[in-house]
């Protein structure tokens, strides 16, 4: 692996924990199975939904998949709070921090868009085809040569009016610390005269959730099936001009400003108090370069 790819100094031993209540063996084994039949009815589902598309038009899809989305989470025992207001039709850069796999689904629930993933992501099995069919760039990250290209198809994307998603930290960390927004996707958005759209993600637990190091996708779904009231909530910050800015490193920092401040403000809450909302109904809220 090179050098240059961003790493995080968080590990599932020392990260990946959850010290809070456990579900039962039989709920575990029932999330499991209702998690990955969600998935699969997706996989089977999304060619019809495309379909329709072409017909009814992109708002048709988003709603779709954001309900299919929010079904996934909810499906692995994962309960969500969604706040503030997306940016209206048009193109966007969704960038946000990076903690789970399900920092995913959970941003489609509430932005649906074309993702941006690293490329073994397409070789896992069921997400991979199905990320492959949702339009997901995905990206080498050990062929540094490789990004240029990739950063042009998303610039292409967004001036078509598309919305892209993206995990500028490059890996995921545990939520108990951030890792430096990398500019390269930035680039993107300044090409196609994008607005940006900063999201923080956390959840509470943090450590059910945090899918890091050398953690496996299989010992992450069953710690988050077995987690007892885990809660995730998604933030949407005001949107960030990137016309603004005379560079793709100044944008980056602002977003990653605009991401850890929220973070940072961010009161203590019981995962009592979150509930599922949409984005239409909740509240208005304050990669390598």
């Given at each position: 692996m090179?050098?240059?790819?961003?790493s995080a100094p968080c590990t599932p031993r020392g990260c990946a924990t959850h010290p809070g209540p456990a579900a039962g063996s039989l709920q575990v084994a029932a999330r499991l199975l209702a998690g990955t039949l969600t998935v699969l009815a997706g996989l089977l589902l999304?060619?019809?939904v495309?379909?329709?598309a072409t017909v009814l038009g992109r708002r048709f899809r988003h709603l779709m998949t954001r309900s299919w989305a929010r079904a996934v989470v909810r499906a692995f025992g994962v309960r969500i709070r969604i706040v503030g207001r997306p940016q209206g039709p048009g193109a966007t850069l969704v960038v946000a921090n990076h903690i789970s796999w399900l920092d995913i689904p959970l941003i489609a629930a509430a932005l649906p868009g074309r993702m941006l993933a690293k490329s073994e992501v397409r070789r896992w099995?069921?997400?991979?085809?199905?990320?492959a069919r949702g339009g997901t760039f995905f990206v080498e990250r050990d062929r540094l040569r490789a990004l240029p290209g990739t950063v042009?198809?998303?610039a292409a994307a967004m001036s078509g009016g598309a919305r892209v998603i993206a995990f500028?930290?490059?890996s995921t960390w545990c939520g108990r610390a951030q890792g430096r927004f990398r500019p390269a996707v930035f680039q993107a958005a300044l090409d196609a005269g994008a607005a940006v759209q900063p999201v923080a993600i956390s959840y509470l637990p943090t450590g059910a959730a945090a899918f890091v190091g050398e953690d496996s996708l299989t010992a992450s779904l069953w710690r988050v099936a077995a987690a007892g009231g885990l809660a995730a909530e998604i933030r949407l910050l005001p949107v960030i001009p990137a016309s603004s800015f005379p560079d793709r490193r100044s944008l980056a920092r602002a977003a990653q400003?605009?991401?850890a401040r929220d973070s940072a403000n961010l009161p203590s809450v019981s995962v009592h108090q979150f509930v599922s909302s949409s984005p239409e109904a909740a509240s208005s809220a304050r990669t390598p370069s």
């Open positions: 090179s050098v240059w790819l961003p999304g060619p019809v495309a379909l329709a099995p069921v997400l991979g085809p199905l990320a042009r198809e998303m500028p930290e490059g400003r605009a991401v």
